[in-house]
């Protein structure tokens, strides 16, 4: 029998412990890498107002916020933002300074005029800087064409198909808690108060039109700055600024029999006449609020994620974002947008990243 050669099977093993040794040095670290896009062509091109200070903290610089904010959001695909300078320009020539709603919507018509779709006002809420970092953020999204209303969370997510297993738990309850929000709307008795202003008012084919106890948005009301829609025009069924249109059973329209589509929510055809316009005044189109606090799990798996696709040269990890305030706040914005828009269809495909640790 021939000896087994020893000397053969050392030079194979050499090389294998060689590797295990060096802790995996030479191996890649596979990394996936969220990514989010505009969700909405209409609102493509976006201006940002400085930031309010609403915080205890006197330092906070509303304009800093604004720059990162600007900063985070035009790194996203399909939008266009415009320099904070331009929006303090035109707030410093019209005398504007969004200390009332009738002022923000002046600025949203100026900037209409220059071909803008969304005018942007946020405010700090909370902001320290001592371990561990906090900061409270609060944007709110204003269309410049008022005929554009709130999109609330869950819009544009694959509901009814089976992508919606893989829709996050907190988008699930964000979206759930924001329907049952608008429902309650339509079911929530008024107050004896004001029941002069919220009377009934019957249509021509029986249909009951129940006004809202909220302000009139579409600019009636103390505001004045627009006619109300009249109730004639109101489509049966549809719920309109928290009031609802009821129609006769017998009017209502059925279902499909294989209704749920299986195929998912498939958009109607182009129509040949633009649609009617119902006059959303003071209310954002989007709006999020949230408190990032640096000791809180959920929120240093994503900081260090963040750290980990930036290459940054400069030294001590993603724990050094916690204690530099403007990669703090870099971070704060960039993740308040990829929320906002996550929660509303703009969470892409992720993007599966292959990486080699550096040696030293």
């Known amino acids: ?65 604004a720059v990162a904010y600007f900063n985070q959001l035009q790194s996203i695909p399909g939008f266009e933002v415009v320099p ?42 909370d902001f320290t800087m001592y371990y561990p970092p906090r900061c409270g ?12 209303h709130p999109i609330p969370p869950g819009y544009g997510l694959p509901w009814g198909t089976p992508a919606e297993e893989n829709i996050p738990a907190p988008l699930v309850f964000e979206a759930e808690f924001a329907l049952a929000k608008a429902q309650l709307k339509t079911q929530t008795p008024i107050p004896p108060e004001s029941g002069s202003e919220s009377a009934s008012k019957t249509g021509e084919k029986g249909e009951v039109r129940f006004a809202s106890s909220e302000t009139d948005s579409r600019g009636g009301g103390e505001a004045g700055t627009g006619p109300e829609a009249p109730p004639e025009v109101i489509p049966p069924g549809r719920v309109v600024e928290g009031s609802v249109v009821r129609c006769p059973d017998e009017a209502a329209p059925g279902f499909p029999p294989d209704w749920p589509d299986p195929r998912g929510f498939i958009p109607p055809p182009p129509s040949s006449s633009r649609p009617p316009c119902w006059p959303n005044h003071y209310r954002p189109v989007m709006q999020q609020s949230t408190m990032y606090i640096g000791n809180s799990s959920e929120f240093t798996e994503a900081l260090a994620s963040y750290y980990f696709f ?14 530099r305030s ?30 080699w640790k550096k040696i030293r």
């Open 1 to 65: 029998m021939r000896p087994f050669p020893v000397f053969s099977l050392f030079r194979l093993i050499l090389p294998l412990s060689m590797v295990l040794c060096s802790g995996c040095a030479f191996l890649p670290e596979i990394a996936h890498q969220p990514t989010v896009h505009n969700p909405f062509p209409q609102l493509s091109k976006v201006a940002i107002a400085p930031f309010f200070n609403q915080s205890t903290e006197p330092s906070v610089d509303g304009r800093k916020f």
């Open 84 to 125: 904070v300078g331009v929006v303090e320009r035109l707030m410093d020539d019209h005398d504007i300074t969004l200390s009332h709603p009738d002022e923000a919507r002046r600025l949203c018509e100026l900037l209409a005029k220059m071909e803008i779709d969304v005018l942007i006002i946020g405010a700090v809420t």
């Open 326 to 355: 403007d990669d703090f706040i870099a971070f704060c914005c960039h993740a308040h947008i990829y929320e906002m828009l996550s929660a509303r269809g703009g969470a892409g495909e992720t993007r599966v990243v292959w990486r």
């Open 137 to 148: 953020l609060e944007v709110h999204w204003y269309a410049t064409n008022p005929c554009f």
């Open 310 to 323: 930036r290459d940054d040269a400069r030294f001590g990890g993603w724990q050094s974002y916690l204690e």
